[in-house]
């Protein structure tokens, strides 16, 4: 089986495992506190502690990741998807009161409701009502396509956005069916949309995709037209992802 055979034949399995994950920037696939995501980013991930009030140090933060990479970011817990709406709601007399709040975070079961979090943990910030971080994957749209190079192939090299476009526009002249607008995507293919998201085609003309903070992870059959297309080949595997047979 050639290394794009097997590239293909894995995207599925894998869309599937990482579809409902959160967005966090920065994240490569680990659950919070474990090191069982890409390797290269296995330590940034934690939980924070939980907030139950505005103080100085910030603001409502229950039951969500955060990371340190160029500042402090948590997570929202993907708030407008529909799956985390039809969680249950805390009651609003509760979310007034801080004691409350706090002893009915410690008896209720986590993943039944949803959880406070502002924007960043700062204070005066928005609240959003999102899902339990906890056992959970979180990634960013790079990390999610890292992760699965890394469980195809266990290449632990890393390509930023910018340098994936740069090879798709390298790439282009051999493959001309996929020039924009409207590229004929196959299963693998890696989209790119400037150089501010990317995603990878699993067919049935869906993506994969880290789709930011109020979704997650998600199959996205709604999706734009893409400015670069990167197609995968077993040469360009081993040149840019550093892959071994």
């Not at 039809?86 to 079961?109: C, N, W």
């Not at 502002?118 to 910030?125: E, I, L, Q, S, V």
Request: net charge positive.
């Amino acid at each position: 089986m050639s290394l794009v055979e097997r590239y293909r034949n894995s995207i599925s399995q894998l869309a599937l495992e990482a579809e409902g994950a959160h967005y966090l920037h920065g994240s490569f696939g680990n659950h919070p506190n474990a090191c069982n995501g890409h390797p290269a980013r296995d330590s940034r991930l934690r939980i924070a502690s939980n907030r139950y009030r505005e103080s100085t140090a910030g603001s409502l933060v229950i039951h969500a990741a955060f990371t340190h990479v160029e500042r402090q970011q948590f997570c929202l817990g993907r708030p407008m998807h529909a799956d985390v709406r039809r969680l249950q709601s805390i009651p609003g007399a509760t979310l007034r009161d801080a004691a409350a709040l706090e002893s009915f975070t410690h008896s209720a079961r986590p993943r039944e409701y949803r959880w406070p979090r502002t924007d960043n943990g700062r204070m005066g910030a928005l609240v959003h009502q999102g899902e339990s971080c906890e056992g959970r994957r979180h990634f960013d749209c790079i990390g999610l396509v890292s992760w699965v190079m890394f469980r195809v192939f266990g290449t632990q090299t890393i390509r930023d956005i910018a340098q994936c476009q740069q090879y798709a526009r390298a790439e282009l002249p051999h493959n001309p069916d996929l020039a924009v607008p409207r590229p004929n995507l196959q299963v693998g293919d890696i989209a790119i949309f400037n150089i501010s998201h990317i995603g990878i085609a699993i067919g049935q003309h869906e993506l994969i995709e880290a789709n930011g903070e109020n979704y997650g992870v998600i199959r996205n059959a709604r999706f734009g037209n893409p400015t670069d297309v990167l197609r995968p080949t077993d040469e360009l595997l081993r040149r840019v992802w550093n892959v071994r047979a």
